[in-house]
């Protein structure tokens, strides 16, 4: 009889579970809207609401099941990702705490009474908190690029410090996305090597002496309270008054008894431990093998550079050994396979930008009424315009058609490799035309930036010790084929895209659940943390195995570019950079100028 797993991918802006076989077939998919609250008066805010969050995924859950007729006795696993976003509850029940700055005053209640309780990756409210953070100069930044980001989870928690009153985040709870969901699925606290190392400034022991939750730094920064109280309210100190666990290994007795009820599944099912997103996006596609490949190994991995394509772009390599690149987060220890390092690199806004970019053009409303009638989306309609333009232009290929155009991509800030959270956007090349055409030069334009910038940061990677030798692509971005031929031929290797574009992550998930339904049937439950290091080097070669089983082979987009396309995009880049050194230098004359 044929098992299946769950795989669950909570992203910026919705949940979405699959039902997958064992051998990695998609059986059924569902997807909902999760919501996101913006404030009108200040553009850093970003917050969700875990039970909105949850109720998505429970009907998602439902929804599969349904769909495919599959019994959920059927349902050996499951697995949760999600963004690295900071979701707050309650110590006494788990109940949802406001983030909202205003909503700590008496009376105070949003129009829709609903409790705020996540601040998304995307926030930028703690930009002080992370400059501080950044000026102590300990050696827990050494693990995360060098610059602390103020998408994680410390500046976060330390604008809370000082926003909250005082007893509210001293009885409040914190976690990386990932690991609510499986407290919120199993009850239990266990949290992941994968949200603490990557996103809590978690350094795991051994590691230049690391004992893991680093007592200096936590005090230094303001959030003392911490290691007094033995990180009770980060999940603990592991070995003593917490558990940490390695991707996949089961969590507690599995979904709890009302979990099961809300997710349409039965009580005890293996839950995986979690991991972010991007991670699973790694996980559910550099196992793959490329064209002339029968397998892979695990050694191929370290030539593969997974590149998770949404509303923002990760980045992501694996190592056998430590490697240091400026501005790019990690290296982190244990991210997926224990004794394995990852880096990670990342654009805070791609398809983000790319709406933006149609959104904000005053032909916008045109383009897509235009789509309508022809009973297209827009970005099909935009490629067609680009194609036709090429020929009625008489241009030997798409980028000749922005030759004039150099856009550059930081409109939120750059997350890597300049980590520099001031950075900007620039087009340079604008004409006084409102036309459609307009609109899609400058669109393939935003292509170009990204694809540039993805070279970039793969040439930082490869400089200070990595060897990328191919791109695995997963996310809505794979949908948008000029976009990975650009990639292709501005970073000179081959791109891989995924069988399945819109299951990549939650595949990768599905693995994990799979992965926990195999041990939790071999073994006892993990209780305490000498149990799960040493089942930890054991699941490496069990997920590993998994993930080949799993993955279906994609299409490979090989650099196709001319000489002389080449020698176009070249300049680009070179541009691209001096696009960089440009605002840097401006931005250092304005303040300069301002000085008092």
Not at 118 to 140: C, F, G, P, Q, Y
Not at 349 to 367: E, N, R, V, W, Y
Not at 376 to 405: C, G, M, W
Request: charged share 25%; proline share 4%; net charge negative.
């Amino acid at each position: 009889m044929t098992s299946y797993y769950i795989g669950v991918d909570v992203g910026s802006g919705s949940a979405r579970a699959a039902l997958v076989s064992e051998s990695g077939d998609i059986v059924a998919e569902s997807t909902h809207e999760t919501l996101t609250r913006r404030d009108d008066h200040d553009s850093d805010i970003f917050e969700q609401s875990t039970d909105q969050i949850w109720d998505c995924i429970s009907k998602a859950c439902k929804a599969v099941l349904k769909e495919s007729g599959i019994s959920n006795k059927d349902v050996k696993g499951i697995g949760f990702d999600a963004t690295c976003s900071l979701a707050v509850a309650s110590m006494d029940d788990g109940s949802p705490v406001s983030v909202s700055k205003d909503s700590w005053k008496a009376g105070h209640k949003h129009d829709d009474g609903r409790v705020w309780n996540v601040i998304l990756w995307a926030d930028h409210r703690a930009s002080a908190e992370a400059k501080l953070i950044n000026s102590t100069r300990s050696m827990v930044l050494k693990y995360v690029g060098g610059t602390m980001s103020l998408e994680m989870e410390a500046p976060k928690m330390l604008w809370l410090k000082r926003h909250m009153p005082a007893e509210t985040f001293k009885s409040s709870m914190f976690f990386d996305l990932p690991d609510f969901l499986t407290y919120k699925a199993t009850g239990d606290l266990a949290r992941s090597n994968c949200s603490l190392a990557c996103k809590c400034s978690y350094v795991p022991p051994g590691v230049e002496g690391s004992k893991g939750w680093n007592d200096e730094f936590f005090t230094k920064i303001g959030l003392e309270d911490f290691p007094k109280t033995a990180y009770k309210q980060v999940g603990g100190t592991p070995g003593h008054s917490g558990l940490i666990l390695t991707a996949g290994q089961p969590v507690g007795k599995g979904i709890s008894a009302k979990a099961a009820e809300e997710l349409g599944l039965l009580e005890g099912t293996p839950v995986g431990s979690a991991v972010i997103d991007a991670y699973a996006g790694w996980v559910g596609t550099v196992a793959a093998p490329m064209e002339g490949q029968s397998t892979t190994n695990l050694d191929d991995s370290k030539h593969r550079l997974a590149a998770i394509a949404g509303t923002s772009t990760c980045h992501i390599v694996q190592s056998p050994e430590a490697v240091f690149v400026p501005g790019v987060w990690g290296p982190y220890k244990h991210a997926i396979f224990p004794g394995y390092w990852m880096n990670e690199g990342g654009q805070s806004s791609t398809g983000q930008l790319l709406d933006f970019m149609i959104d904000t053009h005053p032909a916008s409303a045109k383009l897509k009424q235009l789509a309508k009638e022809q009973g297209t989306n827009h970005f099909s309609l935009l490629t067609e315009i680009l194609q036709k333009l090429a020929k009625e232009r008489k241009v030997p290929f798409l980028s000749y058609l922005t030759k004039d155009i150099q856009l550059y991509p930081d409109l939120h800030g750059n997350r890597s490799p300049l980590a520099d959270n001031e950075m900007r956007g620039m087009l340079i090349g604008m004409q006084l035309d409102k036309n459609v055409s307009d609109l899609a030069l400058r669109y393939y334009a935003t292509g170009e930036a990204i694809a540039l910038q993805t070279r970039q940061i793969i040439d930082e990677m490869n400089k200070n010790g990595h060897e990328v030798r191919s791109i695995f692509m997963s996310g809505g971005l794979v949908k948008n084929s000029f976009l990975m031929s650009l990639i292709a031929d501005i970073c000179n290797v081959p791109v891989q895209l995924p069988h399945s574009h819109s299951a990549s992550v939650v595949l990768g998930s599905a693995m994990l659940g799979a992965a926990a339904a195999k041990e939790a049937a071999e073994g006892p439950i993990i209780e305490t943390q000498e149990q799960a290091e040493k089942g930890s080097f054991e699941m490496k070669d069990r997920l590993w195995d998994i993930m080949i089983k799993m993955s279906k082979p994609g299409t490979t987009v090989k650099p196709s570019a001319s000489e002389r396309e080449l020698k176009l995009l070249k300049v680009k880049y070179e541009t691209f950079l001096e696009c960089i050194e440009l605002q840097r230098k401006w931005r250092k004359n304005v303040s300069q100028a301002l000085e008092e």
